[in-house]
């Protein structure tokens, strides 16, 4: 994640339409509403629209989105209530040097695009300046240090996480990355879509250089992207970075100057502000062992050139709306599909909510997360572990000495919900409502990456939370064993407060499965009870593993939507996350439901309500580029293959809506993935 955008925390799916729409949606969003439905398509044949092909019918995308569906709608509400919350604060913003005060001055100059427009260039005018000064390639590595504590990631990422063989431990980590096109396939793919994505990205390089007033754009645009495409074909791929191990490589700074010479480390350090690390994980040996003869023999006006691009691209959204709307037309038009962009006064909030992401957390909670909402669910995810202890004492392929060192994992899975026990102190933030918009961007960065730098050699702070409590999201983590719920997200339609056990254990019980499935899935398998990089598998029981996870992989290979195939190899951790997620839903419902006499509701079972629960919680319209976009780059299949391509999979599918051989989604238990 770059610099700047790394502050702007904002919500998974950011909605478009006007407020009284939505809370209208949220508030008259049923459990489960009829006239979703389409009852012209087969349950048998298409789950995802005969759950939903109303629902897509009557609800095109907006024009400011690529995606329509009901995260968006969520994340809308939560927008509504943010927005609330913001005119509290305006109208009492407290002391200078408040956490409200801060959250008040930094909305003021996000929306102030009148100022913005009339500064223009001129709020990076000093970075391009000392840019030019450079001399020679030990001041451009000094200069990358400068940048990457407080305006954009060029060449490389620095930042500091949990040691992954000492999960007690934060250590300095080196990654990969400097490519404005992010994904390295795109620069390297012979296909049409990637040929079209590099001819209009060396446009939008040069229409940006333009506005920027750098000399001969068409020039320097071509060799920057020049070189940016050498360090792509460096670069590992997004399928290669999904294992632990192949990432996994310590060192000290002597070794790490050994490895990658053209960077002088020392000097790099210095600049950042630091001390040598005693250790650093490199997370791509390849491409730091490639990287030095291209700096060696790339010229040093294109060195500077690539840097200066990297900050006119990352700091065009804080700029004038000539270079925001630069920005929009190729990430937003043409990569995603979206026709418009976001109001001013969403991009302000999301930015905002970024930069003061613990604070707006702190705030929103007092009004909108009451304490039994955290009772609920929390026994909820009592409920589904019991559930997945359940799934594990009864694998038919797992050894027993594995088994109970799974069952110890399980166990030791430590549960947060809604906000953090301890906010982030933002004392030392410096919000000047009269400095530009990009000034202040610039000093969140700075506060942020001091913050994370500080960490470094130190013992793990096990408090911190990853994410804010008004995002809809959540997360498990693999160093920490641990799963997150933001407060955000026990809402319609992962919960309703007055839904039947069936529909909130095929919405917020499949999403705590899935969380808890992401510490047993191809990648979270590896780590340990105590969230350290180590083998507790028997050797044959890995391979019976990673046999049945290979089905899987076959299976979403095969899934394909305009015009491309999902990638099963890139998707697989969350595809095994969503199978197993909606599993112990299953089997946690059974138990609610046991001694109860079991009626049908609008006509359908338990059971059938359930999967219709999960069907509407990925309920999508999603452009052709967005798609395109989404199965090249997103971890996470396409909403309609992860229902489509998972209810095969499912006995309790093919019982509930009495499947057959012919069915399309039909498919005989020899070739079900069956894992968890």
Known sequence: MTKLKSLVLALSCVGMVGFTTTAKAIENMKPMDLSNFDNSVRAQDDFFRYSNGNWMKNNPIPASHSLWGSFVILAEENNKKLSALMDEINKNPGKAGSDRKKIADMYKVALDSAKADKLGKAPIVPYLDRIDRIQDKKQFVDMIGEMHLAVANPLFGFYAAQDDKNSAMVIAQVAQGGLGLGNRDYYTEDNERAKMLRGKYQEYMVKMFKLAGIASPEATA???YAFEDELARTSMTNTEQRD?????NPMNAKKLQELCPAIDWKAYFKALGIKVPSKINVTSMKFFKGISPIIEKTDLATLKNYLKWNVINESASYLSSDFVDAKFDFFGKTMSGSKENQPRWKRALSATSGVLSEAIGKEYCALYFPPQAKTRMLALVDNLKWSFDQHLQKLDWMSATTKAKAREKLKAISVKIGYPDKWKDYSKLKIDANKSYFDNMVEASKFATREMLDEIDKKYDRSKWHMPPQMVNAYYSPNSNEIVFPAAILQPPFFFLDGDDA???????????HELTHGFDDQGRQYDKDGNLNNWWTEEDAKKFSEKTQVLVNQFNNFELVGEKVNGELTLGENIADLGGINLAYTALMKALKNQKVEKIDGFTPEQRLLLS???VWRANTRDEELKRR???DV??????????LMPNLFFFHEAFDTKPGDKLYRPVSERAIIW
């Not at 632990?244 to 996994?248: F, G, M, Q, T």
């Open 222 to 224: 071509k060799a920057v």
């Open 244 to 248: 632990p191990l192949a990432v996994y």
């Open 503 to 513: 529909v909130n254990y095929g919405g917020i019980g499949a999403v705590i499965g």
């Open 614 to 616: 999960w069907a509407q």
């Open 631 to 633: 199965i090249k780059d």
């Open 636 to 645: 996470h299949a396409p909403a309609e293959a992860r229902v489509n391509a």
